[in-house]
């Protein structure tokens, strides 16, 4: 062995030749900045001598101090970065492995001259040595939490460094290189195989799916079904599922692969039977993932693969995993059975769930025998009654087995079961009711809490006494559990208190005696409401219990909470109130209203209350949004003219806070004008509206586009109390003010004013000149642009107000130009707008313009004028007889064009015209448009063929049956199977409309030999 290859002994080196010091190996004991401490935490490992700051320890320090999180690392990357890393690392390593491998003997012989020298042999005993540095070059492994159910193939070396980014023009991204491996080396196709070609051709089509453009995807997606069993299930299902295993698969891309794979299972059918347990293996995980969609689709594709195997595959191949030790598993297991439940009949699985649920061996197998229960009655809903006295039985002996797990998702199944048939089913708890009851007094923790929930879900079902007793034997475990700390258990309680006073049974002494006062003291505190869902539970529960011992005493207990300083607490409060003056009477005492009054009004203006900390509480709860006010509002409509005592003082708020220098104290004002204007003038209290109407006329000048939005409100809210007459400013100068505002692009702001310019022009057009309403009309055109429907809706509607005010001829100019805009969204709500002009000021106002219009050589706009047509035949209903004979050239014309927008928008105005005319006496005109109509029906696009669809339908209504019928027999039995497919679809569209007057309609056939067709009257009558 020479020295070459012998390992250098470090200490020898370093005893041989002492190391030169440098100053850096002092930075070390200097003392660290004054914002960094000096001690340095090791994280799970010791380290051996002495380590300086820029030493290089093995696991990185965590520095203390106030700049240790600018020094720290950062933490770990997300999995779709650290993939995309690990990939970059690998290529460049694969890039170095070419570069710097060994030269072969034909290489170095290329090199060498052919003589002078002697090659000698390699010793027997010879082993290379790995050195520590290449061995830090080794590919680390990405650790990723989770379990998987489906490992990827290992990777394969060997790939070449100079791989393309795209294929087709569509770029693959580094983490999909391994999966698309074979279509991007270039090979000759003429010495690939069949099954090869196919593979590529499917690879290249679902990475189109995968990556394309929507065009791509669509186009894609359509191939692969077409083709799906010329591809074969190996083909398809050995490349599709490995990419849901993907790290990187995002979202999106997730759902268009289950799109595709619910596609081809369809195709397949029995083909797929040998890949039903690796299909299971990547879908049942959708049935527990936290998106609603992506577990809709999982239960789609389990269903489709259930049809497709048949029920005793789907047993097969699951019965294995219901007693695994894994919980995960069993979870996405019995789920999974409970689709294919569903989908086989809930009759056919009973006997399977009887047997899992025997087994004695194992009690997870129990267990999922349960769960799976469970899930087919959340997933079947009312549907499981004709079942449910079976599944009872399967499930009881649950409630008391050895294995706390079994009991616990028993009691669970057992209460879904209950909720599902409520209030029917009584009849198969009566025996496992009693055994609830006695496992609730023995369970603890969350045993006991699924125990509770399976009792007072028990408790909808019974009726009379047997309710009575029921619920007297539940109350007492109750009221021991309104001081529990666990916050399951405190939900799953006010649950069951919802349940018990809801029941119609006579119970209003044992809840108000026992429940209602300790019910306020234990719940009604800040560490319930601060938890959404248990404010929500507790909101609902006071609501229910105000139906049953009366508002006025739950409204006592509840208005003090307003006061108190927890936001979140206060705005429960007022949404309990809130709900319980909407659906009971508030009979309350003038002392009581006054506290009521009093507390509602110090929560509004309570300066720990701001508008912000409200807001953030909410979230995306409309009805906490702005919860004070509208409350106040409800309180007030209760009290009606018991609330005029409090006005004065009221209003006297409102001004103080209208000229506030903060912006919400302004906007908060605003909205409780909006609130209390009906109260007021329900209280006859004009004077008071008007001085409120004119101090919000002074403030549209506003700057903050929400208090502007809010100001709109009230002044929109005062003009429809006390009506246009009676306003001073009057409308006359009201308008000008907000016509500028019109251009403001708020979505608060535009649909108020444009609500408000809307009611104006409905109740006092008069008040403004021709030439004002003109302007606006300009100025709503550019409001069909905004995303928002009611907004645009509202600006259609005042255009036909507006068009009935004044000359319909100045609103339809302004809308006949805006047809030739190019944006879509404008053009079909300025086609809406003109059809509600036509319904306005009646159709022969409107027609004459559209069909001169409709000589204009511009698709835009011929296109724009069919469907005001549509739209207007559509609003006018039996008018349009007086104008159908004048417009069919116009869709004669249309309804044979070349473009297939004209003929679909023509067969959509074809169809509301002839749902118009439908008996009085217009057929002949239908016949004729239906004839032209007729020759569409083998357009291959789905919309145009949709819409041409409908048009027969509504020819159908119109003509009758049997003139369907006899377009339609014509092509029944013609030898080109597309052909026949579109002509049964027309006939089995008339079958279902008018199945009973197609009878007299059939063809009379002679018999022919064997079979007789002819029937005679008396046997038919027979």
Known sequence: ?????????????????????????????????????????????????????????????????????????????????????????????????????PLTDDEISAMLPESGYKILEVPGDYIPLITPARRLLATPS?????????????????LSTDIPSEVEGITIHPEEQETFKKILTTVDESTLKSEEMKEREFLT????????????????????????????????????????????????????????????????????????????????????????????????????LSKAVGLQTMIATMRPDIDSPDERIRNTTARAFAVTTVTFGINSMIPFIRAAFATRRSWEARQTAVRIVRHVAEFVGCGVLPY????????????????????????????????????????????????????LQKEKSKTRVAFLKCAGSLVPLFEGKLALSYIKSLSKTLVEEFSSPDDEMRKTVMKVVQQCISSPVESEAILSNQLVPKFFESFWASRVTRDRMSANQLVATTAELAK??????????????????????????????????????????????????????????????????????????RELQNVFVTC????????????????????????????????????????????????????????????????????????????????LGALKSIVNTIGMRKLNPPVSDLLPRLTPILRNRHEKVQENCVDLVGRIAERAA?????????????????????????????????????????????????????????????????????????????????????????????????????????FLFEYIGETAKDYIYSITTLLENALVDRDLVHRQTAAATLKHLALGVFGLGKEDAILHLLNCLWPNIFETSPHV??????????????????????????????????????????????????????????????????????????????
Not at 262 to 268: A, E, G, I
Not at 951 to 975: E, K, N, S
């Open 205 to 304: 089509l679902i990475l189109k799916v995968k990556n394309g453009t929507p065009q791509q995807r669509k186009t894609a997606t359509r191939l692969i079904t077409e083709k799906a069993k010329e591809f074969g299930a190996d083909i398809i299902l050995s490349n599709l599922l490995p990419m849901f295993m993907l790290k990187t698969l995002e979202e999106q891309e997730r759902h268009l692969l289950v799109k595709i794979l619910d596609r081809v299972l369809l195709k397949l059918d029995d083909a797929v039977r040998p890949y039903t347990h690796k299909i299971l293996s990547v879908i049942e995980p959708l049935l527990i993932d936290k998106d609603y969609f992506a577990r809709i689709e999982g239960r789609e594709i389990i269903a489709n």
């Open 766 to 870: 008069e008040a403004v000149s021709p030439r004002e309403w003109c302007r606006i009309c300009f100025e709503l055109v550019d409001i069909f642009r905004t995303p928002r429907r009611n907004i645009r809706q509202a600006a259609v509607n005042a255009f036909g107000f507006i068009a009935k005010a004044v000359d319909p001829q100045e609103v339809l100019s302004v809308l006949l130009k805006n047809l030739r805009v190019q944006e879509r969204t404008n053009r079909v709500c300025t086609t809406i707008a003109i059809a509600i002009v036509a319904d306005q000021c009646q159709p022969f106002v409107v027609l004459p313009l559209l069909m001169n219009e409709y000589k204009v050589p511009e698709l835009n706009v011929q296109n724009g004028v069919l469907k005001s047509l549509s």
């Open 632 to 711: 106040f509002g409800a309180v007030g409509q209760a009290l009606n003219v018991r609330f005029e005592p409090f006005i004065t003082n009221i209003v006297a708020k409102i001004y103080h806070r209208i000229n506030s220098k903060d912006a919400n104290i302004r906007q908060q004002s605003a909205d409780l004008i909006v609130a209390l204007a009906p109260v007021l003038f329900a209280c006859h209290d004009e004077d008071i509206l008007n001085q409120l109407y004119q101090a919000m006329y002074e403030c549209l000048g506003e700057e903050f586009p929400e208090v502007l939005g809010s100001i």
């Open 1 to 101: 062995m020479s020295r070459w290859d012998a390992v250098p002994d470090g200490k020898a080196e370093d005893q041989a030749q002492p190391k030169r010091r440098s100053r850096w190996d002092d930075m070390a004991s200097q003392p660290l900045s004054s914002g960094i401490s000096q001690s340095v935490v090791q994280s799970n490992q010791t380290y051996s001598g002495e380590i300086g700051v820029f030493a290089t320890p093995q696991a990185t320090p965590l520095f203390q101090g106030k700049m240790g999180a600018e020094l720290q690392t950062p933490g770990p990357l997300s999995p779709r970065r650290a993939a995309i890393e690990q990939a970059a690392r690998s290529r460049w390593e694969r890039e170095l492995d070419e570069r710097n491998r």
């Open 388 to 439: 449910l006295g079976d599944l009872v039985k399967c499930i009881q002996a649950g409630v008391t087995d050895e294995a706390v797990q079994v009991r616990r998702f028993t009691a669970l199944a057992l209460s879904e079961l209950a909720e599902a048939c409520a209030p029917y089913g009584a009849h198969a708890f009566k025996d496992v009711a009693l055994r609830v009851l006695e496992s």
């Open 548 to 621: 049953k011992v009366g508002a006025p005493e739950v409204v006592t207990r509840l208005h003090g909470f307003l006061k108190e300083k927890d936001i979140s607490l206060s705005m429960r409060a007022a949404q309990a109130i809130l709900r319980i003056v909407k659906n009971n009477s508030l009979e309350l005492l003038q002392n009581e209203a006054a506290q009521l009054v009093d507390s509602l009004l110090f929560a509004i203006q309570s300066s720990d209350n701001p508008i912000a900390a409200q807001s953030a509480y909410a979230g995306g709860d």
């Open 945 to 1022: 063929i949709s819409a041409v669809f409908d048009a027969i339908d509504g020819c159908r209504v119109c003509l009758g049956p049997t003139r369907i019928l006899q377009y339609t027999v014509q092509g029944l039995f013609h030898p080109a199977r597309k052909v026949r497919d579109v002509y049964w679809r027309i006939y089995n569209m008339t079958y279902i409309g008018n199945q009973d007057a197609l009878v007299p309609s059939y063809p009379t056939l002679e018999n022919d030999g064997d079979r007789t067709y002819q029937r005679r009257e008396l046997e038919l009558l027979f």
């Open 142 to 158: 990405l650790s990723l939490a989770g379990d998987e159910f489906y490992s990827l193939p290992e990777e394969v070396s060997g």
